[in-house]
T-cell receptor
Framework: GAGVSQSPSNKVTEKGKDVELRCDPI?????LYWYRQSLGQGLEFLIY????????KSGLPSDRFSAERTGGSVSTLTIQRTQQEDSAVYLC????????????FGSGTRLTVV | KQEVTQIPAALSVPEGENLVLNCSFT??????LQWFRQDPGKGLTSLLL?????REQTSGRLNASLDKSSGRSTLYIAASQPGDSATYLC???????????FGTGTRLKVLA
């Protein structure tokens, strides 16, 4: 596609439920990144994909968080048993090959856990 | 550990002023530095990408400079307009890693 597409744009969920966030990167971009932006905080790196593999998962905050990427394209970030502290904007970015080409971000998914 | 700091945290200027936003990073071993703009409730829009071998990049009224040796980058906005009001973020790509480290941003308000 022309840009990085994320869905849903907003998600309200009850504490304890699982949620899935989707990212569709720019066509041909092999690198994909997930970041989290909490209220009043900077952007926090979560995970990096190159193709379908994830060389760097170091930013995932707990084992409740997981992500996958299939076909070298769409990625899904899953949060199990959501907690209120998971409330944040989840941003996805893609890059042509690696970060040397800079990032293009999606509009994000605003997750609210009530 | 790479840390990225942006000063000031907030800035309010009258329309038409030229202004400078500052970004400093602690580890000079970077591949590149990217400036972004974020509007309220929106994602990030890339403004300028400066590779480590470059000193500056220009796009329209925006000019970004990079001084690796001193760990600094500046974003210069000429003839500011109310539409420039947003949060500006800088991000440094540390050599040997896959990710950017982001500053906490400068919140700019340009008054009409």
């Amino acid at each position: 596609g022309a840009g990085v597409s994320q869905s849903p744009s907003n998600k309200v969920t009850e504490k304890g439920k699982d949620v899935e966030l989707r990212c569709d990167p720019i066509s041909g971009h092999t690198a994909l990144y997930w970041y989290r932006q909490s209220l009043g905080q900077g952007l926090e790196f979560l995970i990096y994909f190159q193709g379908n593999s994830a060389p760097d998962k170091s930013g995932l905050p707990s084992d409740r968080f997981s992500a996958e990427r299939t076909g070298g394209s769409v990625s899904t970030l899953t949060i199990q048993r959501t907690q209120q502290e998971d409330s944040a904007v989840y941003l996805c970015a893609s890059s042509l090959e690696d970060v040397n080409y800079g990032y293009t971000f999606g509009s994000g998914t605003r997750l609210t856990v009530v | 550990k790479q840390e990225v700091t942006q000063i000031p945290a907030a800035l309010s200027v009258p329309e038409g002023e030229n202004l400078v936003l500052n970004c400093s990073f602690t580890d000079s071993a970077i591949y590149n530095l990217q400036w972004f703009r974020q509007d309220p409730g929106k994602g990030l829009t890339s403004l300028l990408l400066i590779q480590s071998s470059q000193r500056e990049q220009t796009s329209g009224r925006l000019n970004a400079s990079l001084d690796k040796s001193s760990g600094r980058s500046t974003l210069y906005i000429a003839a500011s307009q109310p539409g420039d009001s947003a949060t500006y973020l800088c991000a440094a790509h540390l050599s040997g890693t896959y990710k950017y480290i982001f500053g906490t941003g400068t919140r700019l308000k340009v008054l009409a």
